[in-house]
Nanobody, 115 residues
């Protein structure tokens, strides 16, 4: 059974930091591209950051220079370090495991940034 369990969300003031974590089980973790998506109320889910099995990274323009994605293949975890948070970063953040023929999602964790 595939499980992606996010943690680390919460309420933070603008300019603050949070670190999201996602623990994966039931998948060949090292073979997956892992990503963090977010969805704000009334908006579409969007890709925030992605890291391949080999460590290649992608960031949305809106978070470049502020967020950093990393993975630990030995622990089946992926992290998203979020610095200099802005109110517009407020959303539910979802962990994603991307394989060629299927994607898996976590249940999401709420991040709220107050101004």
């Amino acid at each position: 059974q595939v499980q992606l369990v996010e943690s680390g969300g919460g309420l933070v003031q603008a300019g603050g930091s949070l670190r999201l974590s996602c623990a994966a089980s039931g998948i060949i973790f090292s073979a997956a591209a892992m990503g963090w998506y977010r969805q704000a109320p009334g908006k579409q889910r969007e890709l925030v950051a992605r890291i391949t099995g080999g460590g290649g990274t992608y960031y949305a323009d809106s978070v470049k220079g502020r967020f950093a994605i990393s993975r630990d293949n030995a622990k089946n975890t992926v992290h998203l370090q979020m610095n200099s948070l802005k109110p517009e970063d407020t959303a539910v953040y979802y962990c994603n495991a991307d394989f060629p023929i299927k994607m898996y999602w976590g249940q999401g964790t709420q991040v709220t940034v107050s101004s």
